[in-house]
């Protein structure tokens, strides 16, 4: 990646692993803009990023918005360019999870708009800045994208996706690098809507120091697990 100064992109970085991703690269020294759907936090999270010194754009919105996609373009813009997408942002669909024969369809059809086409309609926008400088995408997928989990198979169809675009895309766009990645179970209000048991789960940010790695040490195009990562150290 090129320039003094690299910005970064992580939309749903209010809270969980979003947050701790910022944070690493806030201390590394990036220029970020973030986002999230709720105001409040995500304002509190930036004030928390500011404080340590970094240099933040906080953009409220919903991914699936084109009016949304179009201000955090502008905040690029703003920035200078990119040099990494951080496509965090997620929603389960409907709670408390459903098995398919009843999955209500206007919450699955929700569920790929934001998990699956808003990432790939950032990586779009994005594309002509991130081939220029050299830059990276980093797609957050789940370990319900390729096992058989019973009542997640709504939502792990919609990572499913964002992990086969992200596997055309790296063959696609050699200039950059794209990784896809399975940050595993973590402590966070997702997993809880979802039902599971979230306080037995490793905190959000053991996941972040092991994807951390993908961007520091710039590792090659392809599915990574935050355990594999982390193990490898």
């Known amino acids: 990646m090129t320039g003094t100064v690299k910005t970064a992109l992580v939309t749903g ?4 692993l979003g947050k701790a991703l910022a944070r690493l690269l806030a201390q590394d020294g990036w220029r970020l803009v973030i986002d999230a759907r709720g105001a409040p936090a995500l304002e509190e999270a930036a004030r928390e990023l ?4 970094a240099d933040v754009t906080a953009a409220a919105g919903d991914v699936a918005d084109t009016a949304h996609r179009a201000a955090l373009a502008a905040a690029v813009r703003d920035a200078g360019g990119l040099d ?12 408390p999870m459903p098995r398919l024969a009843g999955h209500p369809l206007p919450d699955l059809e929700r569920a790929f708009q934001v998990n699956t086409l808003a ?4 990586i779009q926008a994005f594309l002509p800045a991130l081939r220029e ?5 980093l797609n957050i997928t789940s370990d319900a994208a390729v096992e058989d989990y019973e009542t997640w198979g709504g939502y792990g169809a919609t990572k499913a996706a964002l ?4 596997h055309v895309l790296a063959a696609e766009e050699p200039a950059i690098a794209v990784w896809w990645a399975d940050p595993g179970e973590m402590r966070t209000a997702m997993l809880r809507e979802a039902g599971e048991d979230a306080d037995a ?8 120091a092991a994807l951390h790695r993908l961007i520091t040490d710039r590792l090659p195009s392809g599915r990574y697990r935050a355990a594999d990562l982390a193990a490898a150290r």
Do not use: H, I
């Open 13 to 16: 970085a209010s809270r969980g």
């Open 50 to 53: 500011e404080a340590a010194g």
């Open 84 to 95: 990494l997408l951080v496509n965090n942002a997620s929603v389960l669909g409907a709670t």
């Open 119 to 122: 990432p790939l309609a950032l």
């Open 133 to 137: 400088r050299g830059g990276a995408v």
């Open 163 to 166: 992990e086969q675009l992200s």
């Open 201 to 208: 789960a490793p905190p959000p940010e053991e996941a972040a």
